[in-house]
């Protein structure tokens, strides 16, 4: 299994490794009518204008469209820049991984990919980094190489040890880090648990989303019978015989766990769980194609 303190060699090499494949996506495989990842709704209004088949039925003006009879829309510009602000709840759970490779390990290639399709979009991209041992703030920044050092220092943080606890996600800070409707990517474990304070004043603030890495185990115990296993909250080794009671108490913690998640992000194009085995490149593309899909302004951030 992967060692709690496995910690990528040269986190700036990475990333340049990774970056041919993001240009190549923004450039080719998510062109078209997705112009920018990142794009989302226009914020600042424009105008009212008369409503068409297609249009995003939220942007109609009530008040306008009983006062003449047909339905009218509100126009918005379109922001020329976004500001994406990534949170990574790094708990000592992540350090867990069955195979080759960690949750926490995954979770940082899938926060490094993000970053760097912000910044091929031209966006500003920053981040909180809240550990046990305190959170860290880089303020959003602009272009290729300040991201690309940024995304960098994050993959490069040291991993929490299972004496440090789980870590605080300072959220009344967080709620004043980033402009208005910024998107806020919330990366982390996401045990069962109950909503944070204050979260229903940040998913109206920003444009919420969840990004979460499972281990295989955590899909479906392996059917060999006894497994012994690294508990990294602990950080010592665990016993399951296997049997019928490890089986429901697993598929019930694993019932509530998603009950949380979906709680958190009630709607489905707002959140994304992979697997430590999966290409964690293709399953963001699929994530954004799957968004397109659903039309109209909702295809974007």
């Known amino acids: 299994m992967p060692s709690a303190t496995t910690q990528p060699?040269?986190?700036?090499?990475?990333?340049?490794?990774?970056?041919?494949?993001?240009?190549?996506?923004?450039?080719?495989?998510l062109s078209g009518q997705y112009r920018s990842t990142f794009r989302g709704r226009g914020m600042e209004f424009d105008q009212v204008v008369r409503y068409e088949y297609g249009d995003d039925v939220r942007d109609i003006d009530w008040n306008v469209t009983?006062?003449?009879?047909e339905p009218y829309r509100k126009k918005f510009v379109?922001?020329?820049?976004?500001?994406?602000?990534?949170?990574?709840?790094?708990?000592?759970?992540?350090?867990?991984?069955?195979?080759?490779?960690s949750k926490r390990e995954a979770l940082l290639e899938l926060a490094g990919l993000v970053m760097l399709l912000g910044a091929v979009n031209g966006d500003r991209v920053g981040f909180v980094h809240a550990a046990p041992t305190g959170p860290l703030f880089r303020e959003p920044v602009r272009g290729r190489g300040p991201i690309l050092h940024a995304a960098a220092s994050l993959m490069g943080r040291p991993a929490p040890s299972p004496?440090?606890?789980?870590?605080?996600?300072p959220w009344r800070f967080i709620a004043r880090a980033a402009p208005k409707h910024s998107v806020l990517l919330w990366l982390g474990d996401f045990p069962p648990r109950t909503e944070p304070e204050g979260w229903g004043v940040l998913r109206r603030r920003y444009q919420?989303?969840?990004?979460?890495?499972?281990?295989?185990?955590?899909?479906?115990?392996?059917?060999?019978?006894?497994?012994?296993?690294?508990?990294?909250?602990?950080?010592?080794?665990?016993?399951?015989?296997?049997?019928?009671a490890d089986r429901a108490a697993h598929s019930a913690?694993?019932?509530?766990?998603?009950?949380?998640?979906?709680?958190?992000?009630p709607d489905p194009l707002s959140r994304l769980v992979v697997s430590t085995c999966d290409d964690r490149f293709d399953a963001l593309v699929r994530f954004f194609h799957a968004r397109m899909r659903a039309g109209g302004r909702r295809s974007h951030w």
């Not at 009983?66 to 009879?69: E, V």
């Not at 004496?163 to 996600?169: H, M, Q, S, T, V």
């Not at 990004?211 to 006894?226: I, M, S, T, Y």
């Not at 913690?253 to 992000?265: I, N, P, Y």
């Open 9 to 29: 060699a040269n986190p700036l090499a990475v990333l340049r490794q990774l970056e041919w494949r993001v240009r190549h996506a923004v450039e080719n495989i």
């Open 66 to 69: 009983a006062r003449l009879g």
């Open 78 to 101: 379109e922001e020329r820049e976004v500001t994406l602000l990534l949170v990574l709840e790094d708990s000592p759970t992540l350090n867990f991984g069955s195979a080759s490779q």
């Open 163 to 169: 004496a440090d606890g789980p870590p605080e996600i």
């Open 208 to 244: 919420t989303m969840g990004f979460r890495v499972d281990d295989p185990w955590e899909r479906e115990l392996p059917r060999e019978g006894r497994i012994t296993a690294y508990d990294p909250a602990s950080g010592r080794l665990v016993g399951l015989d296997g049997g019928g």
């Open 253 to 265: 913690w694993r019932t509530r766990r998603d009950a949380s998640w979906e709680a958190l992000f």
